[in-house]
């Protein structure tokens, strides 16, 4: 149920096709009828240049493209979202001369950064929330933003959507009860939009609601070109204040983020939004036929006391074509060898990498105060023995999208019947 891997080489010759002919490389690759289609939407530069440090007409071509997509005057490439995030928040907090900012624990800055926003930044930040488990409310959010001058940060993260809980989000009305309220006392709001490409359709499909309308509560906005988009690594950072995207500028130069050509990176993360773009909508609603079936043919498997299903979601009905499953009721190992019977018998590979089933603080505890030295990423974490809750996170990507719904849901009865000694 995962992609294929991609070797080095077939990476590279990719890149060098869409590089040699984007035009060309798009017709092929999407059909004639619809690139036509999608045409609109794409970036389709006059050439491909090497560009250097920074500059270039494609990079140009391709930062106006996006931050217009989107409802931003400026846009600047960054070769990481740490960088993009950090420089935005940075220049916010020199300007007040003021250091604070705000976000939930389960944000990256929080969690996988090493605490870079403290250590090479100077940034004291404020928790937002009182349940890891869940996302800050409005109310909580009011509470930190309305706070005395003195306590008050000057800008506050949102995630849209929340990785770590599941993509879990807010609807388009509280986000607008949040926007006003950060204008109203002065404090910025920046959306950590990792996954904004996978949520646009949830707020079409609940508010009709369109990229530029969400990404338009926001004073800065980052996104992501390596995760659902499939670019080889980049980020953006777009905005309506043109002087927050020229001192971010500055900043990336400062932070070691302007090397002497980006080509290779602004060209494939170019490729893979003109491939992607526009198909989250039909992924969401096959994640979300896909969550519904498996719970229904799932339902009468239990625990082995009987008290819970093997199988949840979180959340239970998916918001978009990414998700979390729960596997209740055994333990790590147990679960590795249904999943090798199933691959066994089915040749269906129902996960890859198991979530640690501590609580959200307990794993952002965790990761925040290692020793080792390494940075460890959610699925690199190691289960005990002993653990009976665990969680796998996927996707509905290119690949699995060609799978008919029932190779997924008759994975997972055969995984539950591999659990309970039925297979």
């Known amino acids: 149920m995962f992609m294929v891997p991609q070797t080095p080489a077939e990476v590279f010759a990719q890149t060098s096709r869409y590089a040699e002919n984007p035009i060309k490389y798009l017709q092929q690759a999407l059909g004639q009828e619809s690139f036509e289609k999608k045409k609109p939407m794409l970036s389709l530069p006059e050439k491909i240049d090497m560009g250097a440090y920074g500059s270039g007409e494609h990079i140009k071509h391709f930062e106006n493209h996006i931050s217009n997509f989107l409802g931003k005057k400026s846009g600047l490439f960054f070769i990481t979202g740490v960088q993009a995030q950090l420089c935005a928040l940075k220049i916010y907090c020199e300007r007040k001369a003021k250091r604070k900012v705000a976000w939930h624990v389960t944000s990256h800055l929080e969690s996988a950064e090493q605490k870079a926003y403290e250590m090479l930044y100077g940034l004291e930040r ?7 488990e869940s996302l800050p409310t409005v109310e909580e959010i009011r509470e930190v933003v309305e706070a005395h001058e003195d306590d008050r940060p000057t800008a506050i993260v949102v995630e849209v959507p929340n990785r770590v809980l599941g993509c879990r989000t807010y609807s388009f009305a509280e986000l607008e009860e949040i926007s006003e309220m950060c204008r109203r006392m002065d404090v910025k709001l920046h959306m950590d939009g990792a996954r904004l490409w996978e ?3 949830y707020y079409q499909a609940l508010d009709k609601k369109s990229f530029k309308e969400i990404v338009g509560l926001f ?4 996104v992501s070109f390596y995760k659902a988009l499939r670019g080889v690594a980049g980020a953006m950072l777009i905005s309506d204040d043109e002087s927050l995207i020229s001192d971010a500028r500055i900043w990336r130069r400062r932070a070691g983020g302007n090397p002497v050509t980006l080509m290779y ?40 006391d009987g008290c819970e299903k093997i199988v949840t979601f979180n959340p239970e009905t998916a918001n978009c074509c990414q998700i979390h499953t729960v596997f209740n009721g055994f333990t790590a190992e147990e679960l590795h060898k ?5 691959q066994e018998i089915m040749n269906i590979r129902v996960f890859e990498h198991l979530i640690s089933n501590k609580t959200v603080d307990e794993r952002m505890e965790e990761e925040r105060t290692a020793t080792d030295g390494k940075v460890h990423t959610i699925e690199q974490q190691n289960e005990p023995n002993e653990s009976r809750r665990h969680s796998v996170e996927w996707a509905i990507i290119s690949v699995t999208e060609k799978l008919d719904d029932q190779v997924f849901v008759d994975g997972y009865v055969a995984f539950c019947e591999a659990l309970l000694n039925e297979l």
């Open 126 to 132: 404020v928790l937002l929330g009182s349940n890891p």
């Open 199 to 201: 949520i646009e359709p």
């Open 219 to 222: 004073d800065s906005v980052y």
């Open 265 to 304: 990176e602004v060209a494939d993360c170019e490729r893979g939004f003109n491939e992607m773009i526009g198909t989250f909508t039909r992924k969401r609603e096959k994640m979300m036929r896909i969550v519904r079936s498996i719970t229904e043919a799932t339902a009468k498997y239990k625990t082995k």
């Open 338 to 342: 249904a999943r090798e019977r199933v």
